[in-house]
């Protein structure tokens, strides 16, 4: 059975941090790509950046480039979103989903986790 688990969620002021983990069990981690996703309240899906380890690359959204980092552990088959100066308009429950190829679109992933809140205040 395919999992994704997220967690590292929570609130915190703006400008603070937090890291997300996205676990990956039932499939072969290197055969696929993790991305992220975000959605806020009244807001439609947004891909946050995606990771394909085996192909080495990864993308990020222009809201979010250069303070948040993704990175990978595929010995514990585990990939993390650093996130770094958070702003309020980062709250949103954030995602993570398996896919074939590395996009920003959430209709690449075939699997999906149940989602962990993130929450900025100001």
């Known amino acids: 059975e395919v999992q994704l688990v997220e967690s590292g969620g929570g609130l915190v002021q703006a400008g603070g941090s937090l890291r997300l983990s996205c676990a990956a069990s039932?499939?072969?981690?290197?055969?696929?790509?993790i991305g992220w996703f975000r959605q806020a309240p009244g807001k439609e899906r947004e891909g946050v950046s995606c990771?394909?380890?085996?192909?080495?690359?990864?993308s990020y959204g222009n809201s979010v480039k250069g303070r948040f980092t993704l990175s990978s552990d595929n010995a514990k088959n585990t990939v993390y979103l650093q996130m770094n100066s958070l702003n309020p308009e980062d709250t949103a429950v954030y995602y993570c989903?398996?896919?074939?190829?590395?996009?920003?679109?959430?209709?690449?992933?075939?699997?999906w986790g149940q989602g962990t809140q993130v929450t900025v205040s100001s």
């Open positions: 989903a398996a896919g074939g190829i590395c996009s920003r679109q959430p209709h690449a992933y075939d699997y």
């Open positions: 990771i394909s380890s085996s192909e080495g690359i990864t």
């Open positions: 039932g499939f072969t981690f290197d055969d696929y790509v």
